[in-house]
């Protein structure tokens, strides 16, 4: 983002817009959303603000399908744009164990309000998630933290069972299991977990995630990118 210095008053000026456009398949325009932030403080402040994220959250009811969701966002004051275009399937309601997306972490913070339904809260935090489209991270490195959410089958007696694999080209390189706590009170359970991957090559990789539940079952994959290790 490009800051208005003000040397004098020792302050610092920012504005940025944001746009998102939900469509149908066919490419008609359901939702049409946006904002516009102002950010400013103290000079002082300045580097510390250039390495923070700004959230654009908002919640969009959709009925099964599949659909794009283009976004843009314009730095006021340096005069530029940047777009994206993702896909988004909205899968019908299955009647068993179900699985979220499989995403990265890239933060969190405390949760504010009393929004029990928000996907990425977590008890008292709100995870931020990755949007850069696929898992990432480097050779030698166990930083990776992926969030997903598990459904439980209404009713069933026993608690779902989740087993994670990685691999590549077709032959896991990796397997186990995942010890899920319980479910809350609306069957959910949210789960946050680092994936060890510090003694994967570099390459591109698939991480599956698979979830049984009685006779019911769920499976979410998500492209992992492992780059070679950089130079410290």
């Known amino acids: 983002m490009t800051f208005h210095r003000?040397?004098?008053?020792?302050?610092?000026?920012?504005?940025?817009?944001?746009?998102?456009?939900?469509?149908?398949?066919?490419?008609?325009i359901l939702e049409?959303?946006?904002?516009?932030?102002?950010?400013?403080?103290r000079l002082a402040d300045l580097d510390a603000t250039r390495q923070r994220r700004v959230s654009f959250v908002r919640r969009v009811a959709l009925p099964p399908g599949r659909y794009s969701v283009q976004t843009a966002v314009r730095d006021g004051l340096g005069d530029r744009t940047g777009c994206s275009a993702t896909a988004l399937v909205v899968a019908p309601a299955a009647p068993g164990v179900r699985l979220s997306s499989v995403v990265g972490?890239?933060?969190?913070?405390?949760a504010t309000g009393e929004d029990r339904d928000d996907p990425f809260r977590v008890g008292q935090v709100r995870m931020s998630p990755d949007l850069g489209g696929r898992l990432h991270t480097e050779a030698g490195r166990d930083g990776l933290v992926v969030y997903?959410?598990?459904?439980?089958?209404?009713?069933?007696?026993e608690a779902p069972r989740m087993t994670l694999e990685i691999d590549r080209a077709g032959r896991v390189v990796r397997r186990g299991e995942v010890a899920l706590p319980a479910a809350d009170?609306?069957?959910?359970?949210?789960?946050?977990?680092?994936?060890?991957?510090a003694a994967l090559a570099p390459g591109e990789y698939?991480?599956?995630?698979?979830?049984?539940?009685?006779?019911?079952?769920?499976?979410e994959e998500a492209l992992l990118q492992v780059a070679a290790a950089s130079v410290r």
């Open 6 to 28: 003000d040397e004098r008053a020792g302050r610092y000026l920012g504005r940025v817009s944001a746009l998102a456009l939900v469509k149908s398949e066919r490419g008609d």
């Open 32 to 41: 049409k959303l946006g904002q516009d932030y102002v950010i400013e403080g």
């Open 105 to 110: 972490l890239a933060g969190a913070t405390p």
């Open 148 to 157: 997903y959410v598990v459904y439980a089958q209404p009713g069933a007696t």
């Open 185 to 197: 009170a609306r069957g959910r359970i949210p789960y946050v977990a680092q994936v060890p991957v």
């Open 206 to 219: 698939t991480l599956r995630l698979s979830v049984t539940q009685g006779a019911s079952a769920a499976t």
